[in-house]
């Protein structure tokens, strides 16, 4: 483990230090849950995405909630759909295009799934509305 200093604002020391009391857990284990919280993992996926998914953590909340709302347009859902149901009778420009589409589809459940995630550690709730596991 490497030991740091940072200089934090008063309120956000007083934030994580309730926090830290209301879980019973050393202020540095809050700080540490929180900023693997906010910083994906990235290992396995394309450089250019993980720039994007990074960058989400500056957004405001619209623009996170716009994100986690998002979904293929309609036009596409039928095409991914289609052509899923007809995958073993392709040509290789349909499979193209499904393999394109599946990216498409993969890209956008990463976005929705880190926007839903900064947005819960955001407001303190979960996911789904309900406080967070303490």
Sequence with gaps: MTA??????????????QAARLM????EQVIAAVLEAALPALDDIPPELQTRLLEMTWLGDGPLL?????TLSET???RLSDLG???ANLTAGEQAE??????????????????YALLSI??????LGQPAAA
């Design 4 to 17: 740091i200093t940072l200089d934090l604002p008063d309120s956000l020391v007083r934030q994580a230090d």
């Design 24 to 27: 019973q857990r050393p202020l």
């Design 66 to 70: 716009n994100i986690a709302q998002s």
């Design 76 to 78: 596409e859902q039928r």
């Design 85 to 87: 149901q007809r995958c």
């Design 98 to 115: 499904l393999a394109l589409l599946r990216e498409r589809y993969g890209e956008l459940t990463l976005s929705k799934a880190r926007a």
């Design 122 to 127: 955001r407001s303190g709730k979960g996911l």
